[in-house]
Structure formats: structure tokens, C-alpha cells
């Protein structure tokens, strides 16, 4: 699906992009599917693979082709963002399943300068990271996401303007009902607003973590891993691109970006995550008798 995206008539093209497909009416994102697929193939990979982690040819090698693969494919739309956080997501899960050390340090100073060149190769990517470094020096130009998202916080001081009330989403603030919502929710919702969705993915990475460690088998742990490192990253992304500290990028927030694909994706993962949870062995079975 990932390489249909660029078959003429099928690929639809969006804020210079090339990362949806449309099929007549239906439209939908392949790598928010993707990305899912993936931490499912690489539990299975590395349960599998677990008596050769500690061999190059049979360990890490097939991961890394598979990750390269998928970055590529990703690099292609261009998706940037995601891309970095497949890659640190693999870099995770191989470290808990056993994969040398040396290898893994070598494996992120390979990547560094990979990273480096294609964003200084890349004019949009290194305008954001300039963007990043001074917002303020345009802000009706390069840095006007970054300045109104800032504008929206600074607006809901301790407590919000009211749910609702949010002045910013009425066009002066750009994706404000997906990239930026963090801003609305801060701009409604104040700093009390924030500080309680912060601590709900808190909460989210700290029963994921449970669930993997309470696994019966090594699949299910880590594919419960996996995928709360993915809501993990995702979410420490858009709100770190929302509060400048990150560069922007056009990532989406877990449960609360507006969006079909990522809702279905972010859903389905969520499904999978209960499921090893309330499955044999699992916490939230063993809390409820068996029952939940």
C-alpha cells in the first residue's frame, strides 16, 4: 500500500505530500496502518529469531533491512517524523529483546549522520529547524504555527478560556484539529487541561509497560511494548512540536487528533493492547479472576 501511494490515479497528493490513497470516495493514510503492522511483524520477528539476537546475519541484520525498507518507503511520501520514530521504536525493542550493545551504538551513530544529511539536503526540513531555533523572526511567515500555537497556551493561562471557547481554532491557528489540538486543549482547558492529558498518556505507558511484563509469551510482550512505545513517541512529538520544542511536524496526537486512518490505527492498537492485557496471563485478567 505504501508503494501504491505513487501509482497515478490511486495516490492523492496534500501539503506536498503523497501519502494518502483514494479510492473513489474513500480515502485513507497506508502508513498509519503501516506502522501498526509493523510492531506486530517485529514482535513476531524477534520471538522467533530470539536464539540468533546475539548473531549479526540471523539477529540484527533482518531488522534492519526491514527497517530500511519501510523507512524508504516512508522517506518517498516524505514523512520524516514517522520514519525517525519507527526507527527509534526498533532501536527499543531490541534492546529489550537482547540485541548486543555495540551493535545498537552502532546502529543510532549510522543513523546520525544519515538524519543530518537529509535534512540539511532538504530545504522545507531545514527551514523548520531554523524555524525552530527562532520563531519569533517571522512570525507571520516561517514561524506563524509555532508563534499561534504558543499564543493558544499562553491564552488559557491556569484553567482555560472554557471548553468551547477557543479563539485560535477559528482560523488563526493552522491544523488546529490535528496537529496543533494540544494547543486548543491548552488554549480551553489551561495548563490544568495539559498537565491532565500529559498524565493520562503517562498512565497509558505505564499499564502498556505492565502489560508487557505481565505477558504469558514473548510475542505479546513485545507487541505490547511496541505499541505503547508508539502512542509514547507519537504523543511526546506533537506536544513537543506543539510547545516549540521540537521542530513542527505533521504528526498526529493519539485519541485526540482528528482523522480517519489515525483514529482506525491508534484504535486497532489500543484493541490489541486490551487484548494482551485481558488475555491468559495477562493483569487485567488475573486482577478481575479470569473474568475480564
Known sequence: ????????????????????????????????????????WLARSLTRKADKLQTFSGGLLPHLLMLGLFAVLLLLEPDFGTTVVIAALTFALLFVAGTRMSWLVGMVLAAVPVALVLVWRSPYRMQRFLTFLDPWADPHGRGYQTVESLLGFGAGGAFGVGLGESHQKLFFLPAAHTDFILSIVGEELGFAGVACVIFLFAMLAWRGVKAAHAAPEAFACYAALGLVLLFSFEALVNAGMALALLPTKGMALPFLSYGMSHVVSTLWAAGILLSISGGPGGFLARAGGGRR
Open 1 to 40: 500500500m505504501l508503494i501504491l501511494v505513487h501509482v497515478p490515479g490511486l495516490g492523492h497528493s496534500a501539503g506536498g505530500a503523497r501519502r494518502w490513497l483514494k479510492l473513489g470516495s474513500f480515502m485513507f493514510q497506508p502508513s498509519e496502518i503501516g506502522k501498526v503492522a509493523y510492531v506486530l
